[in-house]
């Protein structure tokens, strides 16, 4: 059975910044690879792509994990004749969508204007390009700026072009630079008409080409030229564009084939394209030397060191569902990106919170906590992994970080008085965010025989009790005095409260519901309150963003009350009516917004698709089981969707 013809890769592409449909992009690219691809349609924003439009500007390398960490090590492909422009603006073309291919494992789409046929197909590090000219008209492939700084030459003994760019975006990355190689195959290319045109960010080169079919491959790297080059003999190899073709549609099938389903069509196609985004992320940003011994370049220093490291992922979204799923599909890719994550510690003294080639840190709090403590109980990654991701998660649990990218904010006082102050932004999530890790170090410590540890950080869990309103029923931030804000609308997003409001953010402990529901008085009186919230009006007040965020308005637009199955914090909601005994609640509304928020359309996703997450989250609704509590090992089970399943060849 063939997987691939179910994905659309362009499902969640349908998105606007103030209306995500999953703020996705169509990305040809080997799970996990280093080097993505995608049409660009309109350059101007990092919202590069939209499926309804009809031309295009090229084919992008890509990097960007998100719209809203934007792209790092990037430029623009497009092939041209006639007027040659230095621009994708300039250089856009006209194309038919639907004779257009857009899978996982292979692009191609014909460029009107030049009357060019573009095929591409990724390595983990690069790519092959097939170009076919229906006409006879000189042609040039187009290299043309995106972000950042571009330099060019041109090697005619080996007919490879060598380009570098610095570009990245929020992240600090020092001395960082992509370097790429592009060698044209068979003498295809007119070493006599390579021309160059402006110079830093404005750098655009046209490679003249000498045939009406013409062949590249492409290698990147983070180190050095050579390494590219020597990427696409590693893996290019001498293989043909269509063996290049299969080798990739086989790595696709194999890791879409981890779960097998028997379901309709609607939902296979849901399916399928849902369960292709957790492969793409986070994104490999290791290479191999000369001796196949793994290399990296590190943002800290600047420099080269031995091992592996991993990139483009925010946990703060990605724990909750990507890394329990990866427990089931993807044990050994899971203790590689740990090992990983770990790099960062070691090379950068902290954990990482939203790597993207350096550290974004752009969401709050250490959740990498979840995603170390779901390895450990599920024995992946070494013993001498895990001693020193324990050591970092105890460094950030304890010491205040030198730049608000890293760490706990407001640690101190935490530590001191058992919460985060409402004086910082999020204080709520801050606290109750930090409760949770805490938990996740007494867990990580006590898989590792570090028992003097496990009684201190279970206590330290315990401290999302001292900010219980029981007046009202939800988590209230407190001053640094101990004192409430005069004014309270649970409905009122931002503050103290992250992307949501009092009703998405106040049931954010897994890791006790029982002791969560004793402070509503017992497990009836929590079961209520979740009553209250999928029946309430879906309004919003905009107090705490001065203005709407586009979570609010995809809650209130898909509307199911309260629970905003657009965005993480409410992902886990459902499910605790089955962790108090409720089964037939936890039934009911996860068939139902799984049923009528998500289809394997444009537009399918009910917000932000973020790395996985969302996706991962479908996944598991279908399955009938959920993790409620990264880091323990049960699961939450509810109604499967579909007839039969199958995880890795065994009956679930």
């Not at 990092?46 to 084919?59: I, L, N, R, S």
């Not at 006599?192 to 960010?201: D, H, L, Q, T």
């Not at 058992?418 to 890790?437: H, I, M, Q």
Request: proline fraction near 5%; glycine fraction near 8%; charge should be negative.
């Amino acid at each position: 059975m063939k997987y691939i013809p179910y994905v659309n890769i362009k499902m969640g592409t349908k998105s606007h910044p103030r209306r995500s449909y999953g703020n996705t992009l169509p990305l040809t690219q080997l799970p996990f690879g280093m080097a993505s691809f995608a049409i660009q349609t309109d350059g101007r924003s990092q919202w590069y792509y939209h499926p309804d439009h009809e031309f295009a500007e090229g084919v992008r390398l890509t990097h960007q994990p998100s719209p809203w960490i934007n792209d790092y090590g990037t430029f623009l492909m497009i092939p041209q004749n006639d007027v040659i422009s230095n621009t994708g603006s300039g250089a856009w073309s006209g194309y038919r969508i639907q004779d257009s291919v857009q899978r996982p494992d292979r692009l191609s789409l014909k460029f009107l204007r030049s009357n060019c046929i573009f095929e591409l197909t990724p390595t983990l590090r690069g790519a092959a390009l097939r170009l076919t000219f229906c006409d006879d008209r000189p042609s040039v492939l187009s290299f043309l700026p995106v972000k950042g700084n571009y330099e060019y030459r041109f090697d005619n003994e080996t007919a490879t072009l060598f380009g570098t760019t610095d570009g990245h975006s929020n992240d600090k990355a020092k001395d960082f630079k992509m370097y790429f190689a592009v060698k044209f195959l068979n003498d295809c290319a007119d070493s006599k008409r390579i021309e160059s045109f402006g110079n830093g960010e404005n750098t655009a080169v046209h490679v003249g080409l000498r045939s009406k079919v013409c062949e590249a491959r492409i290698g990147i790297s983070y180190i050095s030229h050579e390494l590219a080059l020597a990427t696409i003999s590693r893996e290019c190899k001498n293989l043909s564009f269509d063996e290049l073709c299969s080798l990739a549609e086989e790595n696709w099938e194999e890791k879409l084939s981890r779960i097998e389903i028997d379901a309709d069509e609607d939902m296979m196609k849901t399916f399928y394209s849902c369960l292709y985004r957790p492969f793409l992320f986070p994104h490999m940003a290791y290479e191999l030397d000369s001796d196949n011994n793994p290399v990296h370049y590190s943002p800290f220093d600047g420099k080269v060191h031995p091992g592996v490291r991993y990139t483009d992922n925010g946990f703060w979204d990605t724990y909750r569902t990507v890394y329990p799923l990866y427990t089931l599909v993807a044990r050994d890719e899971f203790a590689e990106t740990l090992e990983g994550f770990v790099t960062d510690y070691v090379e950068g003294g902290w954990l990482p919170r939203w790597p993207s080639i350096g550290e974004v840190g752009c969401m709050p709090s250490t959740l990498i906590d979840a995603v170390i403590a779901e390895a450990a109980v599920n024995g992946i990654g070494s013993r001498e992994v895990l001693e020193k991701a324990l050591e970092g998660m105890l460094n950030h649990a304890n010491n205040p970080a030198p730049e608000d990218r890293f760490g706990r904010t407001g640690v101190e006082f935490y530590l001191k008085n058992g919460y985060v102050p409402r004086e910082y932004r999020e204080s709520v999530n801050l606290t109750l965010d930090a409760a949770y890790g805490d938990w996740c170090i007494a867990t990580v410590a006590k898989v590792l025989g570090r028992d003097d540890l496990v009684d201190e950080y279970m206590a330290r869990s315990k401290n999302y009790k001292n900010l219980f309103d029981t007046e009202s029923g939800f988590m209230r931030g407190k001053d640094k005095n101990g004192q409430k804000a005069e004014f309270f609308d649970p409905a009122s997003w931002g503050g103290e409260y992250t992307e949501g409001s009092a009703w998405q953010n106040s049931f954010a402990v897994p890791h006790d519901i029982e002791g969560l529901a004793d402070l509503y008085g017992g497990k009836e009186n929590l079961i209520k309150k979740l009553d209250e919230l999928f029946a309430s009006d879906p309004s919003y007040r905009v107090f705490g963003y001065n203005g709407e965020i586009h979570e609010m308005t995809e809650m209130a637009l898909i509307d199911f009350g309260q629970m905003a199955i657009s965005n993480q914090p409410s992902f886990h909601i459902p499910f605790i009516y089955a962790a108090l005994g409720e089964q037939e609640k936890t039934d009911y509304w996860v068939e139902r917004l799984a049923r009528e928020a998500f289809s394997a359309t444009d537009d399918g996703y009910p917000g932000d698709e973020d790395n996985g997450t969302t996706s991962a989250w479908f996944i598991f609704a279908v399955l009938g089981f959920y993790r409620l509590c990264p880091g323990k090992t049960d699961w939450i089970r509810c109604k499967r969707l579909v007839r039969s399943a199958k995880i890795l060849g065994k009956e679930i």
